[in-house]
């Protein structure tokens, strides 16, 4: 099950009859808001949204559903470039789809977002969702289970789906080098194309960030130039 937010029109006609000739379930919500529509919105395993929109700030909604843990999002750009596709993987979005994409590239792209999202472990940013067995690592504490971040201070965050992936994925191999292919083969299980290489540069910036706002731990991760990245402290696996 599929929810699309886009202005009527061409583009939102092409990407319904794509999902639905690949038989995706999809709820089409062409006005209004994602956030004013929840309960859809977590029925749904995928959010398309459009960033050409001239009725919701697409990206805030990206950061929005990011934040409260809500299903992955594709926000479909006004083109393939390089630049915008960036600025949507910064605020929030999975994947970033051109509209300039076929119908097979769109149904391909969905198929392996929800894919890739039910390997994940479930997550909740609800109350007591910390709880379950624990990382440590230089003062900070994770939770693989349900993404909760705690740094040396004490100041504690949720991450995103992808964020929490990624650290996962590091925070299980301290101290070793991983490529970009590696960790895309640890997390999404595919190789990565050229394209592919970019966005996921910028999700590991996205999380240096994270954790740098957090408390300051965005040294934490490493590039080894020409080799890939780093991180740099011992992790202890808390048994209680």
């Avoid at 949204?49 to 700030?57: E, K, T």
């Avoid at 999404?188 to 996205?206: H, N, Q, Y």
Wanted: proline fraction near 4%; glycine fraction near 10%; charge should be neutral.
């Amino acid at each position: 099950m599929v929810l699309l937010e886009m202005e009527a029109g061409v583009r939102r006609d092409f990407a319904v009859t794509a999902l639905q000739s690949g038989g995706a379930t999809v709820i089409a919500t062409v006005t209004g808001q994602p956030l004013d529509n929840l309960d859809a919105v977590f029925a749904s395993n995928a959010v398309i949204l459009d960033g050409s929109a001239s009725n919701y700030d697409s990206l805030d909604i990206c950061r929005r559903l990011a934040e409260l843990k809500g299903p992955p999002v594709i926000l479909m750009t006004a083109s393939d470039n390089e630049a915008e596709r960036i600025t949507g993987l910064e605020n929030g979005a999975d994947d970033c789809v051109p509209s300039s994409a076929s119908a097979r590239e769109l149904l391909a792209r969905v198929f392996a977002l929800v894919r890739r999202s039910g390997l994940r472990a479930p997550v909740e940013a609800t109350a007591g969702a910390g709880a379950g067995p624990r990382i440590s690592f230089a003062g900070w504490s994770f939770c693989p289970t349900s993404g909760e971040l705690r740094g040396p201070t004490g100041r504690t965050g949720f991450l995103s789906r992808t964020d929490h992936a990624v650290l996962a994925a590091l925070v299980e191999r301290p101290r070793a080098i991983l490529s970009l292919d590696q960790l895309a083969e640890l997390i999404d299980g595919e190789p990565l194309t050229e394209v592919a290489k970019v966005d996921w540069r910028v999700r590991i910036s996205r999380l240096r960030r994270r954790l740098d706002r957090l408390d300051r731990g965005g040294g934490l991760i490493q590039t080894v130039h020409g080799k890939g990245y780093v991180f740099t402290a011992d992790c202890t696996r808390d048994l209680a």
